[in-house]
Nanobody, 126 residues
Framework: QVQLVESGGGSVQAGGSLRLSCATSGYTYSSYCMGWFRQAPGKEREGVAG????????YYADSVKGRFTISQDNAKNTLYLQMNSLKPEDTAMYYC???????????????????WGRGTQVTVSS
């Protein structure tokens, strides 16, 4: 059973930084597509960043390119999302997701992922 547990959310002022962590366990496949998603009240869940454990390719939504960085520490079985230059529009619940299939080209489609964490709240004030 794959388990994902997010942490690191909080409240910051615009321009600040946060680093989200996603502790992973129970993997039975050799590679996964990992993703960070966010959902603001009244809005659909959107893909923020994607990472392929096989090869390390990364992908970002246009809205966060240059500000957010997705990475993985294999020794700690943890996926990270470093968020810099935060904006009020980044306020949302952030979720970590994983799927053992190759989701190339569709990493940002939430319905493709089989495994999800419970989320961590990020609030950015102006």
């Amino acid at each position: 059973q794959v388990q994902l547990v997010e942490s690191g959310g909080g409240s910051v002022q615009a321009g600040g930084s946060l680093r989200l962590s996603c502790a992973t366990s129970g993997y039975t496949y050799s590679s996964y597509c990992m993703g960070w998603f966010r959902q603001a009240p009244g809005k659909e869940r959107e893909g923020v960043a994607g990472y392929y454990t096989s090869g390390g390719a990364t992908y970002y939504a246009d809205s966060v390119k240059g500000r957010f960085t997705i990475s993985q520490d294999n020794a700690k079985n943890t996926l990270y999302l470093q968020m810099n230059s935060l904006k009020p529009e980044d306020t949302a619940m952030y979720y970590c997701a994983a799927d053992p299939r190759s989701l190339r080209g569709t990493w940002d489609q939430a319905h493709k992922y089989n495994y999800w964490g419970r989320g961590t709240q990020v609030t950015v004030s102006s």
